[in-house]
Every structure is written in structure tokens, then in C-alpha cells.
């Protein structure tokens, strides 16, 4: 049996540097000859940051780069004295991703407005949002996602390290690591088929599970899953997920050739729920958000022909073929 309950709370305005997203944006801006422009301020604005803007300024080499992004819609803004102003609007930052936004400059004011229709990443990860997370059928652990992608292997059972226990292009199951907002829960000891964490669906916002063309963060060559964590905002939003079962609500196996080599009883589910509320909202608009989730979930299995005992004092094993 395996019965746990979690606790999330996120308090984004007071750990800005705990706990990164992983994303960034960066390129490089030139003017229309293809000479490289220091100095032009580059600005990411959305309103998944609780800043709503974050700016930095290109280097000699008229490189740029702003880093620790939450997943969102972006709009990139390009501008220099003396030079038109350029925009990017559209740009779907997911997690664990390097988006290339380059501009090229033009002498004068007019501003200008591009829509972003394409950027690239040499990492190669697959996103689950949020909405993909709640309606996909899985047993809403993070690691059965990873079977949605081709090539995958495990990470089929319901609970237990099997769960985690994922290889892809053969890989080892010790290799698979999965990971908070960039943190790793990975026990070191036991390697990825032990993780410190089960995760709580209700505060994930999405998840990032990389398969190959890892970046250099990652210390492992498998599967690599990592959960990002909904925040707050300036609304109030809540919702509360429940589900059970129980053995009157599954089939069995249990065939006649099975019974006549012995089998009485085969592998089977004696109850399982999930229990989880969660919300988040603002204290401060624009300034404090929080964010709060909690999880109780307990999973109770049959073992084939395991059975309590009728008489547990004696020593002749009379088993309670009522009691499975």
C-alpha cells in the first residue's frame, strides 16, 4: 500500500533565485550593413512575470540574453537613440527552452512590429501544459507522461519506482532524473529510479521532459522531467480534483486455465483515491503572489494468492480465503 499526501506553496516574490524556470530568451542585434550594435536595450515583457517586464543591454558583441523566464506569451522589444524602436510580439516561451530572437535595427523613429512565427533551440524536449497534465489518462505521476513520447521505455506502473524507472535510446533506468523549476530531486545513491519527490498534479503548471540534446544543467544522459510549478497572479483562481476506486470497479484476469494450475486470486486493485485541492491569487497586485496546493493519495493492491491468516498464533498456515 502506498499512501501519501503533499503540500506545495509558492511564494514567487520572496525566492526570485531559489528556483529557476529554466527558459531564457536570447540573440543577437545588428543594424542593416550586418555590424553587430552594443548597447540597444532589450526588453521581454508578459504577464507571467510578477515584474511584467525584465530588461538587459547587449553587450560589445551586440549579444543578449535574459534568463530565469516563467513559461508565458512574451513580447520583445528592441530600441536604441537614433534608431527605429523594433518589436516581437507572439512569442510562446515554453519551459526548459532557449528561444533565438534576433532584430536588425534601422536608422530613424518609426517603430515597428513583428510577429514571431518561428525561433529555434538545440534542445529537443517535449512540453506538457497544464490543461495536457489534467486530461491526459494517467495515474498523475509525472513520469507516466514520458510514455506519450515515442521511444520511451517504462514508467508503466502505478506506483513504486517502476513508475520512474524510464530509458530511451538505451539509456539506463538510473539515469532518469526529473526535477522542481531546475531543482533535482534526484537521490544520488540510488539514481533516478528513487526520487524524493512524488509530485502533486495540482500545482503544475507544465512539465519538460528532454530525451536527447541535453544542455549542460543536466548531469545525466536519460530522460530528464522537469515540473514547473503554477504561481499566483492578480485574480483568484482555485479548483479541487477527486477520483476513486476500488476492486468492484476493475476486471481481473483470472481465467479458468489460470485456476486450474492453482491460481485462486491474481494481481488486482483493492482501492485507490486522489485528493486534491489547490489555489492561488494575490496579496499585493503586482507584487506578492502566492500560490498553495495539497495532495492525498493512497493506492491499496492485491497480491495473487496472498491472504490474511485464520489462525496468525499457529504454525500451520491456515490462510482467511475471504480476506485477500
Same mark, same amino acid.
Given at each position: 500500500?502506498?499512501?501519501?499526501?503533499?503540500?506545495?506553496?509558492?511564494?514567487?516574490?520572496?525566492?526570485?533565485?531559489?528556483?529557476? !524556470?529554466?527558459?531564457?530568451?536570447?540573440?543577437?542585434?545588428?543594424?542593416?550593413?550586418? !555590424?553587430?550594435?552594443?548597447?540597444?536595450?532589450?526588453?521581454?515583457? $508578459?504577464?507571467?512575470?510578477?515584474?511584467?517586464?525584465?530588461?538587459?543591454?547587449?553587450?560589445?558583441?551586440?549579444?543578449?540574453?535574459?534568463?530565469?523566464?516563467?513559461?508565458?506569451?512574451? $513580447?520583445?522589444?528592441? *530600441?536604441?537613440?537614433?534608431?527605429?524602436? /523594433?518589436?516581437?510580439?507572439?512569442?510562446?516561451?515554453? *519551459?526548459?527552452?532557449?528561444?533565438?530572437?534576433?532584430?536588425?535595427?534601422?536608422?530613424?523613429?518609426?517603430?515597428?512590429?513583428?510577429?514571431?512565427?518561428?525561433?529555434?533551440?538545440?534542445?529537443?524536449?517535449?512540453?506538457?501544459?497544464?490543461?495536457?497534465?489534467?486530461?491526459?489518462?494517467?495515474?498523475?505521476?509525472?513520469?507516466?507522461?514520458?510514455?506519450?513520447?515515442?521511444?520511451? +521505455?517504462?514508467?508503466?506502473?502505478?506506483?513504486?519506482?517502476?513508475? #520512474?524507472?524510464?530509458?530511451?535510446?538505451?539509456?539506463?533506468?538510473?539515469?532518469?532524473?526529473?526535477? +522542481?523549476?531546475?531543482?533535482?530531486? #534526484?537521490?544520488? *545513491?540510488?539514481?533516478?529510479?528513487?526520487?524524493?519527490?512524488?509530485?502533486?498534479?495540482?500545482?503544475?503548471?507544465?512539465?519538460?521532459?528532454?530525451?536527447?540534446?541535453?544542455?549542460?544543467?543536466?548531469?545525466?544522459?536519460?530522460?530528464?522531467?522537469?515540473?514547473?510549478?503554477?504561481?499566483?497572479?492578480?485574480?483568484?483562481?482555485?479548483? +479541487?480534483?477527486?477520483?476513486?476506486?476500488?476492486?468492484?470497479?476493475?476486471?481481473?484476469?483470472?481465467?479458468?486455465?489460470?485456476?486450474?494450475?492453482?491460481?485462486?486470486?491474481?494481481?488486482?486493485?483493492?482501492? #485507490?483515491?486522489?485528493? +486534491?485541492?489547490?489555489?492561488?491569487? #494575490?496579496?499585493?497586485?503586482?507584487?506578492?503572489?502566492?500560490?498553495?496546493?495539497?495532495?492525498?493519495?493512497? /493506492?491499496?493492491?492485491?497480491?495473487?494468492?496472498?491472504?490474511?491468516?485464520?489462525?496468525?498464533?499457529?504454525?500451520?498456515?491456515?490462510?482467511?480465503?475471504?480476506?485477500?
Amino acid at each position: 500500500m502506498v499512501r501519501a499526501g503533499f503540500l506545495a506553496l509558492a511564494l514567487p516574490a520572496l525566492v526570485p533565485a531559489m528556483a529557476v !524556470a529554466q527558459s531564457s530568451i536570447a540573440g543577437v542585434v545588428k543594424d542593416t550593413t550586418g !555590424a553587430v550594435m552594443p548597447g540597444v536595450t532589450v526588453e521581454a515583457a $508578459s504577464p507571467a512575470l510578477i515584474e511584467k517586464v525584465r530588461n538587459v543591454v547587449t553587450d560589445g558583441q551586440g549579444l543578449y540574453r535574459i534568463v530565469d523566464l516563467r513559461p508565458g506569451t512574451y $513580447s520583445v522589444t528592441f *530600441s536604441l537613440t537614433g534608431f527605429n524602436t /523594433v518589436k516581437r510580439d507572439g512569442l510562446d516561451l515554453p *519551459s526548459d527552452y532557449t528561444a533565438t530572437v534576433n532584430a536588425e535595427l534601422r536608422v530613424g523613429t518609426l517603430a515597428e512590429t513583428i510577429t514571431v512565427s518561428d525561433v529555434q533551440s538545440t534542445v529537443k524536449n517535449r512540453v506538457f501544459a497544464n490543461e495536457v497534465v489534467e486530461d491526459l489518462p494517467t495515474n498523475r505521476v509525472v513520469q507516466t507522461l514520458a510514455q506519450y513520447i515515442p521511444g520511451v +521505455i517504462g514508467g508503466l506502473n502505478i506506483d513504486g519506482p517502476n513508475s #520512474r524507472a524510464l530509458t530511451i535510446h538505451g539509456s539506463r533506468a538510473g539515469d532518469t532524473n526529473s526535477a +522542481i523549476d531546475g531543482m533535482s530531486d #534526484r537521490r544520488s *545513491s540510488t539514481g533516478g529510479v528513487a526520487v524524493t519527490f512524488y509530485g502533486n498534479e495540482g500545482s503544475i503548471q507544465e512539465v519538460s521532459i528532454v530525451t536527447d540534446s541535453g544542455n549542460a544543467e543536466q548531469q545525466f544522459a536519460g530522460v530528464w522531467m522537469n515540473t514547473i510549478p503554477k504561481e499566483g497572479g492578480n485574480a483568484f483562481h482555485y479548483s +479541487i480534483v477527486g477520483n476513486y476506486s476500488n476492486q468492484n470497479l476493475s476486471a481481473d484476469n483470472l481465467t479458468p486455465e489460470l485456476m486450474n494450475q492453482g491460481l485462486i486470486a491474481v494481481n488486482g486493485l483493492k482501492r #485507490r483515491w486522489d485528493f +486534491i485541492p489547490s489555489g492561488g491569487g #494575490r496579496l499585493v497586485r503586482d507584487k506578492f503572489w502566492f500560490y498553495g496546493a495539497y495532495r492525498n493519495t493512497e /493506492v491499496d493492491k492485491f497480491v495473487a494468492n496472498s491472504y490474511y491468516e485464520k489462525y496468525p498464533l499457529t504454525w500451520v498456515v491456515n490462510p482467511d480465503l475471504s480476506r485477500q
